[in-house]
């Protein structure tokens, strides 16, 4: 089987570790259950762009499981877990192209490999596979049934292609179903991003400033998890609902040319470019900690960072401690790329468990749809996205009430008021 990974001998580990996560992911394990027995996906060839983790590894087992021919690359150079690359080839025959420190080339090599195979769906975090099948790759469009998009800034960048009329087949939005937001984004950034952090560091958190820079889905739940390791947490925003929504959740607002000066760790979780500049880093106390848990490595600004430094070394794995001209020190984490998944192992599977089935299903809705669907992004259809939450629930243990039929007649009539 043609493959890249860092070393085959790291298979053991990694099955352990995969069948660790499989065992918090209920929902995933119900989908798959349905997958052997239906092989929905037979014959469909689908190639994934996803962070290499044991959550990632579980979905791909479940899609070959549903009859699919999987090759899964990285959606990120830094995220890939050896170890569970190895497992997947060794121990479940899914070709793998990812090694955790690529550089670009190889990074965007292995993407390349995977659209080799000529796949029918497409499974993006970030778009970069659509995004070279739009540009480079375009031969292979018509082959492509549809893709599937896990992350807010991916969608993003769909809906503009979309908005452009460029876009050349469906798009599930997976990030746009509640039970991904809600959860994978909130919880799931929240704890894999302060894991990271201080997994990175160790240092403490209590009694520190804490500087959010953004308060989407993921900068709410860095923010909910840094207060509760006993942060005072500051919130920089762009967006005045969100700034507003921040300050009466209880943070300071403020802007980032103030924060930056009182901040001992700072997080950018925007989805946007360059929003801690060189004019922020040169006010920062010595010591400082940056790190960003956004998509792309984009939104610190490390060329600017660098101008204003005569050294930088590595201090810790994951630190690089930048000694600026002025004499402070500012440690950069995990190359300013996705801390949760550079120093860390990315969201816990249990959140991970809907945002896949999600993916899954995802796919066995465009392989049922085939041909109908137009070139747009589509949100994961409602049933769907309830039947998830309804498997999660049961698998929690936790009941819910039903509507009455006098609730039910209550809810479709307008006469009843006052
Ligand atoms: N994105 C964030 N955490 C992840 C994980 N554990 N697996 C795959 N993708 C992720």
Request: hydrophobic share 40%.
């Amino acid at each position: 089987m043609n493959h890249h990974i860092k070393d085959i001998a790291l298979s053991a580990k990694g099955k352990k570790r995969i069948e660790w996560a499989e065992l918090d992911m209920p929902v995933l394990r119900q989908v798959k259950d349905n997958f052997s027995k239906k092989k929905p996906l037979k014959g469909v060839k689908i190639a994934a762009c996803l962070h290499v983790t044991t959550e990632t590894a579980n979905l791909a087992i479940t899609l070959k499981e549903g009859g699919a021919d999987v090759t899964l690359c990285a959606s990120n150079p830094l995220s890939t877990q050896d170890d569970v690359a190895a497992s997947l080839v060794k121990d479940f025959k899914i070709p793998v192209f990812a090694i955790k420190g690529e550089d670009n080339k190889t990074y965007y090599s292995h993407l390349n490999a995977t659209l080799d195979k000529k796949p029918n769906i497409t499974m993006d975090d970030g778009a970069d596979l659509v995004s070279v099948l739009h540009s480079e790759r375009t031969n292979l469009i018509d082959g492509i049934i549809g893709s599937t998009e896990e992350t807010t800034t991916g969608v993003i960048r769909l809906k503009s292609l979309a908005a452009a009329k460029l876009l050349k087949f469906p798009v599930i939005a997976v990030n746009d179903a509640s039970t991904k937001h809600f959860f994978d984004n909130r919880y799931g950034t929240g704890q894999s991003t302060l894991d990271g952090m201080l997994r990175a560091t160790n240092r403490l958190l209590a009694g520190s400033n804490f500087v959010v820079c953004g308060y989407g889905w993921c900068g709410k739940g860095v923010a909910m998890r840094a207060r509760g390791m006993g942060s005072n947490v500051i919130v920089t925003e762009i967006d005045p609902l969100k700034a507003l929504e921040a300050v009466m959740d209880g943070f300071r607002v403020m802007p980032i040319a103030e924060a930056a000066s009182i901040g001992d760790f700072f997080c950018t979780v925007t989805g946007n470019l360059n929003v801690i500049r060189k004019e922020h880093f040169i006010k920062m106390r010595d010591g400082a900690i940056v790190a960003n848990s956004g998509h792309f490595n984009v939104e610190l600004d490390l060329v600017g960072l660098k101008a204003a430094s005569k050294r930088v070394r590595e201090a810790r794995e994951f630190v690089e401690e930048y000694e600026l001209k002025n004499g402070r020190k500012v440690c950069v984490l995990g190359e300013g790329r996705l801390v949760n998944l550079a120093a860390a192992e990315g969201h816990p599977a249990s959140v991970m468990d809907m945002s896949f089935a999600n993916q899954a299903l995802g796919g066995d809705f465009l392989v049922k749809k085939g041909g109908t669907l137009s070139n747009m992004v589509y949100t994961v259809p409602e049933e769907i996205d309830k039947e998830i939450a309804r498997l999660k629930l049961a698998a929690l243990g936790v009941k819910i009430d039903t509507l009455t039929k006098e609730q039910k007649k209550y809810l479709a009539s307008w006469e009843m008021g006052t």
